[in-house]
C-alpha cells in the first residue's frame, strides 16, 4: 500500500491542510519539523485515518469531536486508488469524498491483512518507540526491536526466521535427552 495523500480536515492543530506523498518511485518518507509543529499528530491522524477515531482523544485542539475530519487517498499494488475520510463517531464513521458512509471492507485490499498494532510498531515509530527499540536491539528482545532491526537488514519477518532457527536448534540439541545430534 502506499499513502498518496494525507487530508487534515479538522484535526489537532489542523484545519485544511494536505499532504502530498505521491511519487513516481516508492520510497520512504520521514516526517521532521521543530517541536509542536504537528509531527506527532500527522502520525495519530493517520493511525485513525487506518483505524478508526477512539471514543476519547486529546487531538480536539481547536475543533469538537463532532467536526474532527481526515482523509488520505491509498495505492495498492495493483494501481487502484481509494479515497476516504473518517469522522469521529461510534458507527458509519468512515465515508466516501461526496459523503457517502462506506464498508470498512473496502479497506482490505490496501490493508492486506495489517492490524493496528502492527501499523503502530512498524510505520508509525515515534520518538519513544526508537529509543525502546533500540534498547530492545541492544538487549535481543522484544516486537520493537525485532521490527527494526528486520527493517534495517531488509528482512520481512525477523520473528519467523527466529523461529526457525529455535526449531532447528531444538532438533540438535535438548539439555536433558541423549537422542539428538549434539547431545
Not at 40 to 57: D, H, M, Q
Not at 136 to 143: A, M, P, Y
Request: proline share 5%; aromatic share 12%.
Amino acid at each position: 500500500m502506499r499513502i498518496n495523500r494525507l487530508y487534515l480536515r479538522a484535526f489537532g492543530p489542523f484545519t485544511d491542510v494536505e499532504l502530498d506523498f505521491s511519487s513516481a518511485f516508492p520510497g520512504l518518507h520521514i516526517v521532521y519539523g521543530d517541536n509542536e509543529a504537528g509531527k506527532s499528530s500527522c502520525l495519530w491522524a493517520l493511525n485513525y485515518l487506518f483505524f478508526g477515531i477512539p471514543p476519547r482523544t486529546e487531538y480536539n485542539f481547536i475543533h469538537a469531536y463532532d467536526k474532527l475530519r481526515i482523509g488520505g487517498h491509498l495505492e495498492n499494488d495493483a494501481g487502484q486508488g481509494l479515497t476516504f475520510y473518517r469522522r469521529k463517531k461510534m458507527k458509519a464513521d468512515l465515508f466516501d469524498e461526496h459523503d457517502h458512509p462506506m464498508d470498512p471492507s473496502c479497506l482490505e485490499p490496501f490493508f492486506q491483512g495489517m492490524e493496528k498494532e502492527m501499523f503502530e510498531s512498524l510505520y508509525g515509530i515515534g520518538h519513544e518507540a526508537l529509543v525502546r527499540g533500540g534498547q530492545d536491539i541492544l538487549d535481543q528482545k522484544g516486537d520493537v526491536g525485532q521490527a527494526i532491526f528486520a527493517a534495517g537488514a531488509g528482512l520481512t519477518s525477523l520473528h519467523k526466521v527466529l523461529e526457525e532457527l529455535e526449531d532447528e536448534a531444538g532438533t540438535l540439541f535438548k539439555p536433558q535427552a541423549s537422542r539428538p545430534d549434539i547431545n
